[in-house]
């Protein structure tokens, strides 16, 4: 499989229970991006890491939003306490770098991660 | 601060028909990339294409053309004789052209192409 793979695809959790998505991005691309999008909206930016490095989480919405990306490859979004207002499509997106011109900065998304907090 | 601004939220038209959807956008750099993405009901985002800031030539892709004019702010997406595969929500959308290239999005255009 080449492409970006996320799980679960959907989720369904009580408020207050903690969530973690998952996401395996593109072997070796270095730029891994969260996005938060509600129905009827479109695609809002939470987080970027290029390569382990958390280099932009002004989308996080709140504290209770954390990411990682411990080794540079798979990345984990985990929502503690979650609330009905995050109910929401997830995706992961990445690129192969995270700079330059060319098209190697270009993401690719994933399927997305549906969830549901009752 | 970036923005996107599709106003058309949803588009009806008959097949075959020519259907051209807005997009105008705001930022403060002088260099940037605008982006079209198609979701379909499937949700998975679908790259169409991709311009830079200094490269106001149009584009056409098949059935597909992009109009991008800087003085006005606009990259406006044309497709051409529509089909009902067609059908789906197309996002604008914009980043910088460093710093991480992270997406501003468009509220999207819901496209329904009737047989």
């Known amino acids: 499989g080449a492409g970006v793979s996320q799980s679960p695809r959907y989720k369904v959790a009580k408020r207050g229970q903690d969530v973690a998505l998952r996401c395996d991005p593109i072997?070796?691309?270095?730029?891994l991006f969260w996005y938060q999008q509600a129905l009827g909206q479109g695609p809002e930016f939470l987080t970027y890491?290029?390569?382990?490095?958390?280099?932009?989480k002004s989308g996080l919405p709140s504290d209770r939003f954390f990411a990682e990306r411990p080794e540079g490859s798979v990345s984990t979004l985990k929502i503690q306490r979650t609330q009905q207002e995050d109910s929401a499509v997830y995706l992961c997106?990445?690129?192969?770098?995270?700079?330059?011109?060319?098209?190697?900065?270009?993401?690719?998304f994933g399927p997305g991660t549906r969830l549901t907090v009752l | 601060a970036q923005k996107v601004t599709q106003a058309q939220t949803e588009i009806s038209v008959v097949e075959k028909e020519d259907v051209t959807l807005d997009c105008v956008y705001e930022t403060r750099d002088t260099t940037y990339y605008l982006f079209w993405y198609k979701q379909p009901p499937s949700g998975e985002l679908v790259f169409l294409i991709r311009r830079n800031s200094f490269d106001e030539q149009n584009e056409i892709s098949g059935r597909y053309s992009w109009n991008f004019q800087k003085s006005t702010s606009s990259f406006n997406f044309t497709i051409t004789a529509s089909q009902v595969v067609d059908s789906a929500v197309y996002f604008c959308?914009?980043?910088?052209?460093?710093?991480?290239?992270?997406?501003?999005f468009g509220g999207g255009t819901r496209l329904m192409v009737k047989p």
């Open positions: 890491f290029q390569n382990e490095a958390q280099l932009d």
């Open positions: 072997s070796g691309h270095v730029s």
């Open positions: 997106a990445s690129s192969k770098t995270h700079k330059g011109t060319g098209l190697d900065n270009e993401q690719f």
């Open positions: 959308a914009l980043s910088p052209l460093d710093a991480g290239n992270m997406l501003t």
